[in-house]
Nanobody, 117 residues
Framework: QVQLVESGGDLVQAGGSLRLSCAAS????????VGWYRQAPGKQHELVAR???????NYADSVKGRFTVSRDNAKNTVYLQMNSLKPEDTAVYYC???????????WGQGTRVTVSS
């Protein structure tokens, strides 16, 4: 069974940067696509970025050009580099594996990102 643990969230000023990490334990997840999702207060989870097992990526329009998702299969870790952060990026960020559009992991603790204006 794979357990994913998110880390790296913090309070930053608008325009700042953060790198989030999603570490997997229990099993190798190199064969799975992994997505970063976020949930702002009062809103549903939304897909922010996704990386396939082959390294292909896709992003939400709201973060294109600012966020970069990458993976290090040797470390069983997926990263989300977030630059030029905006207050509207404030949310709890989660990672999860997916098969197509179907998320196959339960939501973990997430990591909180707060961007002040």
């Amino acid at each position: 069974q794979v357990q994913l643990v998110e880390s790296g969230g913090d309070l930053v000023q608008a325009g700042g940067s953060l790198r989030l990490s999603c570490a997997a334990s229990g099993s190798i997840f190199s064969n799975n696509a992994v997505g970063w999702y976020r949930q702002a207060p009062g809103k549903q989870h939304e897909l922010v970025a996704r990386i396939t097992s082959g390294g292909s990526t896709n992003y939400a329009d709201s973060v294109k050009g600012r966020f970069t998702v990458s993976r290090d299969n040797a470390k069983n870790t997926v990263y989300l580099q977030m630059n030029s952060l905006k207050p509207e990026d404030t949310a709890v960020y989660y990672c999860a594996r997916s098969i197509g559009s179907v998320i196959i992991d339960s939501w973990g603790q997430g990591t909180r990102v707060t961007v002040s204006s």
